[in-house]
């Protein structure tokens, strides 16, 4: 069978030419024609779909809006009141509520906007319940097979000072996480008017600085609706950037799975960047920082495809402390220390990955690989009937490498056999792909009955 390599981001032209140089180098076990370094065809379906997010689009002036606006509430604890206008997180609660609401008289109701209330318990609510609200604005798929599936983004309107269980300080949390929750808004703004062959939601969660109790309730309330999460993107601190030579990269931490297998978490990772180019994610393949948390993990738990964004390079003094200065030192997340162009980057590279995620088909599903003993690797998959796909690319990869490269494209599900091809030294994935280029997150290929499989599949997954 005819093999031949796609680069996966065609506008890196430095590495066809390093691919050319280094053709010579090829390992003698590898097919001569199906190094990841090969000339590059031309593309069977477009890179991706007509009408990319323009950064002229994001206002810069919205963004500021909003962060003001959740500052001016003084705290937003999750444990201060829900009812007071003026000071707690209930002030934050009506704002957002309403631009949302706003936002769905313009686009004539599609969006819809949900006040989630529920009671958590969590040793940061003195193991007592407390009372909390999610705002959601959700815009249905235009097509009826993938309306149930949903991609996310996601802010934490919540906010702390220096003690956690403190409910009266002044909590400003511009960046942490008024600057996330800016993101989400912005996105729903950019996406509400467009129609989407998936459900998009937009999440303003709270309680996360109690224990991630808005993660989870998010989680709670698309399985009992019955949504498959189809990707969750977390924005928390994205809106400082302090560091010479800004903006930089934002970083985007991905789970992986059992066996140090593929995840759907670093799938989703992968098709970020893909979608937003190198030159503006910066991947982190581990699911946050080290020894810290965020709304997506209850996701990654479940097996779910979600990532973290977050700013390149976080200034302590400015993350969970009460104004004041001490030593000369200011302490505080206070607007005066973000960067607004960063943010800028941060929402468009939010609102286009929701924007071709959700225009691209169904994941393929039951991806198996098999072909042990033999000179050849066999693939197979199954795929929904869907009039609007092209058909599926064949990914794989280097056991060493970190992204995935085109081996081939195919208009069918099926069994596939890769001849000459070993299965012990790729990695191989597959994805659905759009007659509009948009392509699906991939899904690896791994052994029936293996142990990253069944981690994969195990329940509370959907
Ligand atoms: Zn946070």
């Given at each position: 069978m005819k093999t031949r390599a796609v680069w996966?981001?065609?506008?890196?032209g430095w590495l066809m030419l390093l691919g050319a140089a280094s053709a010579a180098m090829q390992?003698?076990?590898?097919p001569a024609n199906a190094g990841a370094w090969s000339p590059a065809p031309k593309p069977v379906v477009p890179a991706s779909p007509p009408g990319a997010i323009p950064m002229e689009a994001v206002d810069p002036r919205l963004l500021l809006g909003t962060i003001q606006q959740l500052v001016a509430c003084g705290t937003r604890s999750s444990l201060s009141s829900w009812t007071d206008p003026r000071r707690g997180i209930g002030c934050a609660r009506n704002y957002l509520a309403g631009q949302f609401r706003d936002l769905a008289r313009l686009t004539h109701r599609r969006l819809q906007v949900v006040v989630d209330s529920f009671e958590a318990t969590s040793p940061r609510t003195a193991n007592k319940p407390a009372h909390l609200e999610n705002v959601y604005a959700i815009l249905p798929g235009t097509d009826p097979a993938l309306a149930k599936t949903v991609f996310l983004v996601s802010g934490h309107f919540d906010s702390i000072p220096s003690n956690v269980m403190d409910a009266e300080t002044d909590a400003p949390g511009a960046d942490d996480d008024a600057s996330g929750t800016a993101v989400s808004l912005e996105c729903a703004r950019l996406l509400a008017g467009g129609r989407y062959r998936a459900t998009l939601l937009f999440a303003a969660l709270s309680g996360e600085e109690q224990g991630l109790l808005g993660g989870k309730r998010l989680l709670a309330y698309l399985q009992q609706n019955g949504y498959t999460v189809g990707g969750f993107l977390n924005n928390d601190i994205v809106g400082a950037d302090f560091a010479p030579g800004a903006p930089h990269r934002v970083r985007v931490f991905s789970g992986g799975g059992p066996e140090g297998a593929d995840s759907p978490s670093r799938e989703l990772a992968r098709s970020i960047e893909e979608i937003d180019g190198r030159s503006a994610i910066r991947l982190i393949f581990r699911p946050d920082r080290l020894g810290r948390g965020g709304d997506h993990l209850p996701f990654i738990a479940a097996g779910l495809p979600a990532v973290r964004f977050t700013e390149p390079l976080e200034d302590y003094h400015h993350q969970h402390q009460t104004p004041r200065v001490e030593k000369g030192i200011h302490y505080g997340d206070l607007i005066e220390f973000l960067n607004l162009s960063f943010l800028r980057n941060v929402v468009r590279d939010n609102a286009e990955v929701l924007r071709v995620l959700a225009l691209a088909p169904a994941p393929p599903s039951e991806v198996t690989l098999s072909g042990a003993v033999s000179p050849d690797a066999k693939l197979a998959w199954s795929g929904p009937d869907d009039p609007e796909r092209a058909g599926f690319e064949i990914l794989w990869r280097e056991t060493t490498d970190p992204r995935w490269s085109v081996l081939e494209f195919t208009p069918t599900a099926g069994e596939h056999v890769l001849a000459g091809i070993s299965t012990d030294n790729y990695f191989f994935a597959v994805r659905a792909v759009g007659k509009n280029g948009a392509r699906s997150i991939a899904v690896a290929a791994l052994p029936k009955g293996s142990a990253a499989r069944q981690g994969r599949e195990q329940p509370g997954g959907n």
């Open positions: 996966l981001t065609y506008s890196f390992d003698p076990a590898e």
